[in-house]
């Protein structure tokens, strides 16, 4: 076989077969397909996509491509919970732990934040001494010992997806259907939980931008999962604005705290119970909204979160560390009405650019820096309240915060979003 020959194929609107891409991927891997030719292979996809059968065969494979967790040894249903990016999407952080406290094992890789979507991994390690490389016998150990573990993806896991991924990141070739579906699935595939929760994200601030692509995203991962008998259920959920009040690593862990002391604003709150819900039940518990509202109140996710830090060599004093930084900026608001829009993409590229997030991989973050945000969509405002408070040690020059201000949108009507747009399972 040769690459040339796949990728016109490809480029003809040809449907490859399961052994062609299994070769591709596994020369790919070996270093005998260079990336220049895997590069024009994603574009032709981009132009012709692929069938639901390639698709499963490019998961599959990319799956083959490295090790495969086995998590057997760990009692229970393990549920593994995946975003596919977003602004201030501080989920995992209160999400996992709040599963956890209820018995079911939460055994989870996560990933780093690139452009102007942020990483589970950035947001732990911006507490002290939290370790992301964990050894797979000791991750294993750490759920059985206390039903949680959050760790960085291992190099051993889906190494087609670690050199995909970065190709795709430079030549233009990040959202495309079939690509962010085996990029996705194979990693939790090769994860090792029984069940899986998706939330694919959509809007603004995602890599789908209408709730159709979403849709269809979503049921071709879930198709995936239930291929290879894994539970699958994707949550389309709300990227139009930052997801709760922070972006900014330091800050969205302060957020995370809050909540999980019941202190959080009732949205984002009401949000990550209705993600625990689904994912407890994926894990054989049946649980009432209330109920997992009250477990969150009393504090018990918070107790599983600091467990889970102390266990990966965090100090568990610094979570509740507040940011420090040489400047705050003050954005206040230059009308009356309601908060109608906050694009979570042009926001998040702020945090990025006063170093919360990396534009590219070799970046180093500022882990204090980001944005609180006073007032999200649907709050009422007076001209003069509070809108957000910009957390930087670099100095920005007043017309960023001006245009800051207007990207704010304020309008007389009261616009109501919903957090969570369908769920397909
Ligand atoms: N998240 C992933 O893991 N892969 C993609 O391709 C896109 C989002």
Redesign the pocket.
């Known amino acids: 076989m040769r690459a040339v020959d796949l990728i016109q194929k490809k480029r003809d609107g040809g449907e490859l077969t399961t052994a062609e891409i299994q070769w591709l991927i596994a020369n790919y891997v070996a270093g005998a397909v260079p990336d220049y030719q895997m590069s024009a292979f994603a574009m032709a996809i981009f132009f012709k996509g692929m069938t639901m059968r390639e698709t499963r065969d490019l998961t599959m494979a990319m799956v083959a491509s490295g090790d495969q967790l086995d998590l057997s040894a760990i009692s229970g249903i393990k549920v593994d919970k995946h975003s596919?990016?977003g602004v201030g999407d501080k989920v995992t952080l209160i999400l996992a732990p709040l599963v956890a406290s209820f018995g079911v094992p939460v055994a989870k890789m996560s990933?780093r934040g690139l452009g102007h979507t942020g990483g589970t991994l950035d947001k732990l390690e911006s507490i002290k001494g939290y370790q992301i490389e964990v050894a797979e016998e000791d991750f294993i150990q750490q759920v059985k010992d206390i039903g949680i573990a959050v760790i960085g993806q291992s190099e051993q896991i889906v190494k087609a997806d670690k050199l995909l991924?970065a190709l795709?990141d430079v030549t233009a070739t990040?959202d495309i259907m079939p690509?962010?579906a085996s990029?996705?699935m194979s990693?939790k595939i090769a994860a090792g939980s029984d069940a899986i929760m998706l939330d694919v994200t959509v809007g603004d601030g995602a890599?789908m931008k209408t709730l159709d692509d979403a849709e269809e995203l979503s049921r071709t991962m879930v198709n995936l999962g239930k291929e290879v008998g894994r539970q699958t259920v994707a949550v389309i959920t709300n990227m139009g604005q930052p997801l709760g009040q922070a972006i900014g690593n330091r800050l969205e862990v302060l957020e995370a705290v809050q909540i999980m002391k019941g202190e959080g604003r009732s949205d984002i709150t009401d949000f990550i119970c209705q993600l625990a819900q689904i994912m407890l039940k994926l894990g054989g518990q049946e649980v009432e909204l209330e109920k997992i509202k009250n477990h969150l109140t009393q504090g018990h996710a918070l107790k599983k979160f600091e467990d889970l830090v102390a266990a990966q060599g965090g100090e568990v004093q610094d979570i509740y560390r507040p940011v420090q930084t040489d400047f705050i900026y003050e954005v206040r608001a230059e009308s009356s009405g309601y908060i109608s829009s906050l694009p979570a993409l042009y926001f998040g590229r702020f945090a990025m650019e006063i170093g919360a997030g990396r534009a590219v991989k070799t970046d180093r973050l500022d882990y204090d820096a980001g944005i609180m945000f006073d007032k999200k969509v649907g709050d009422a405002i007076s001209a003069g309240d509070l809108l957000a408070k910009i957390y930087s040690n670099r100095k920005i020059p007043q017309k960023k915060i001006t245009e800051f201000a207007k990207n704010v949108t304020i309008s007389n009507e009261k616009v109501s979003i919903s957090e969570i747009l369908k769920i397909i399972n």
């Open positions: 596919t990016g990933g991924y795709r990040v690509l962010i990029s996705v990693k890599f």
